[in-house]
């Protein structure tokens, strides 16, 4: 079942609630995970392929933040996993007091990880701490080699950043080498992942990172 | 030459400037169009297209608005152009205080069409009116099928719907007839034209509908 909450912009102080909503998932144990990118991208392709390799090891549950639809948390419910969809509303990026208000949908002692699907934006998304752990940022192959140089910020501000549909690599235009390196300049500190969500390549690089991560966050799986 | 302009988002009253440029425009007899679309949708490459094809029939201009870069810029500067860059330094839209002030580095008495390429985001730029005569609304094949329901307020603004790299079709997720009727459905009045830049494929049906408004509007070419 998918829960649809519609949630306007009124904002409030965003710091403060992320603060708040950072506390509290972590005073549960929970590993939270924003994931970012432009309209798409495979954000949701992405989540579609880690759930469906890791709910098993892990307690999952997930945010999607959407202007108007659910079509996003209708694909994921269908693994099992608790889902909330936010619609904004036209707004063009979710806000901590959206997932602050969400949160009362989740039984957070029986989660292990909270994945956020923000709405397709590469730009506005960036600027709102939602209170998570890591940032998660994908760019396509099919969007061309200069959505690092056009759009830096968010690309700088993630903890990983993803190359998605490496799939398509022969039929467009995209140096792969060159954006990983662009990117490691732009953000040395996070790693770079290329994948397939469609022929799978590549998604377990990204899976094994999480599991280590989730694992030294004290998740031990179940 | 690409001019460069860094102008930041303060605002004033956005109507009221787009309706001085739109004042201003028509009364040198320019024609002109906001193209709006997602990263990497194919904005670029379809006035490069564009231009490539009708600059020795009609006298264009171009405005590119980018967070940063002047890239797209300089790729149309090369086609003989002129071209004026806008950096808007992290904003997230083109305003139309940023249109009337660039509209200085034009010599409009030669002009018979005005691009302007807004900044890469199927959100934020929709609540711009740029004093246009035209939108021109852009998804590309690889975002599969879902852009007109995520996003629909754009679409259904749009004065023209253009689907973008349908040499892609067979590699992607994406259903032609369906995002066609939906955005019928969304925008009955709006013409929806396929092309692919990449193979040239449709480029000339958008063509022809440029080159009979620009007719309409009393260019007839030189």
Chains 1, 2 share one sequence.
């Not at 144990?29 to 469906?52: D, E, I, Q, R, Y």
């Not at 390196?181 to 770079?192: H, I, T």
């Not at 969500?197 to 031990?220: F, I």
């Amino acid at each position: 079942m998918v829960i649809v909450k519609v949630i306007r912009s009124a904002e409030g102080d965003n710091d403060l609630a992320a603060n708040e909503v950072r506390s509290h998932l972590s005073g549960h144990g929970v590993l939270t995970l924003n994931f970012l990118g432009g309209p798409g991208c495979g954000k949701t392709s992405l989540l579609n392929a880690t759930l469906a390799r890791m709910r098993n090891e892990f307690r999952f549950g997930a945010i999607f933040g959407d202007l108007y639809t659910s079509r996003d948390a209708e694909r994921i419910a269908g693994l099992g996993v608790p889902v909330v969809q936010i619609n904004t509303e036209g707004a063009s990026h979710l806000g901590a007091h959206m997932i602050k208000e969400s949160l009362a949908e989740f039984d957070l002692d029986v989660l292990d990880c909270l994945f956020i699907e923000n709405v397709g934006n590469l730009i506005c998304p960036g600027n709102y701490d939602l209170g998570e752990d890591y940032r998660v940022v994908l760019l396509s192959t099919a969007e061309g080699s200069d959505t690092v140089d056009k759009y830096p910020r968010m690309f700088r501000q993630a903890s990983v950043n993803i190359i998605t549909k490496t799939d398509l690599l022969e039929h467009v235009a995209f140096n792969v080498h060159d954006v990983t390196s662009k990117l490691q300049v732009e953000n040395p500190d996070a790693p770079v992942f290329e994948m397939s969500a469609k022929s799978g390549s590549g998604v377990e690089d990204w899976c094994r990172w999480l599991r280590e991560n989730l694992t030294q966050a004290g998740m031990s799986g179940h």
